[in-house]
């Protein structure tokens, strides 16, 4: 099964400060029949303004990973950790029994980002933060891991069986992507167009993917995406 939603049918939050597309149900957005998809509980496009940010705030239990397109994103929490992130930059955080932390732009141009949320297998952790950067030849013309608690080599880790890829294809390029059985794949596109199995997804959109083992991806024009994959519930333990 794959499901495809359009960019221009996203939810979209204007704020002023922040221009928001929530993929799930996140905040003053409530669908109750978008409220995940599998473990794979937040998505969120947003651009936030130079100057700006969230302030401090606390999560717990959920695996958090944010991903920088443009711009740069300033990190501070509870446990000491700070950082910017900047394009390239996979960060993430495991709230874990509780952390607070604000982000804000204190650059000079708008931040463009992705902020993901995905439930652990284990909750009650210790609260934890790892980031690493990524070059971006790294995933032109091949689908690379970013973060993942799968036991994968050189991603940032985290405590959830499940991975975020990405992958940028040139016009005419095709990639493979496995899936196991009874997973859930959700694909973000950042611009262009792929056909996944024959299913076109143009810029912004999503699919979300159920029952598929085997994908391909065929780029009509030079394209930019996020590839995640999840389980539908946590039944697979974690391996480090």
């Known amino acids: ?16 400060w922040l221009t928001t597309y929530r993929l799930f149900s996140f905040s003053d957005y409530y669908d109750p029949a978008n409220e995940n998809w599998g473990m794979l509980r937040v998505f969120n496009d ?26 740069e994103l300033t990190h501070r929490d509870s446990t000491g950790n700070s950082g910017v992130i900047r394009p390239g930059d ?18 000079k141009v708008p931040v463009h980002f992705y902020q993901i949320w995905i439930y652990p297998g284990v909750n009650s952790l210790k609260p934890s933060y790892e980031q690493n950067t990524f070059d971006p030849a790294k995933w032109h013309n091949t689908i690379l891991p970013l973060a993942s608690g799968q036991g994968m080599r050189n991603v940032v880790k ?12 040139d016009a ?3 990639v493979l992507f496995q899936a196991r059985d009874s997973r859930f794949v959700f694909v973000y596109m950042k611009s262009g167009s792929v056909a996944v199995n024959g299913t076109v997804v143009g810029e912004n959109g999503q699919a979300r993917i159920k029952d598929e083992t085997i994908l391909e991806f065929k780029a ?4 930019d995406f996020i590839i995640i994959d999840v389980p539908e ?7 480090h």
């Open 1 to 16: 099964m794959i499901s495809v939603i359009h960019g221009v049918d996203r939810n979209c939050g204007e704020y002023g």
């Open 46 to 71: 947003d651009v936030v303004q130079a100057g700006e940010g969230f302030p401090e705030h606390p999560h717990k239990d959920m695996e958090i990973v944010t991903i920088v397109l443009d711009g």
């Open 90 to 107: 996979v960060q993430r955080m495991s709230a874990g029994t509780g952390i607070r932390h604000s982000e804000y732009n204190l650059g």
């Open 158 to 169: 985290f405590n959830s069986n499940a991975t975020i890829y990405r992958c940028a294809l």
């Open 172 to 174: 005419g390029k095709t």
């Open 220 to 223: 009509a024009k030079h394209s």
């Open 233 to 239: 519930d946590d039944s697979v333990s974690i391996r």
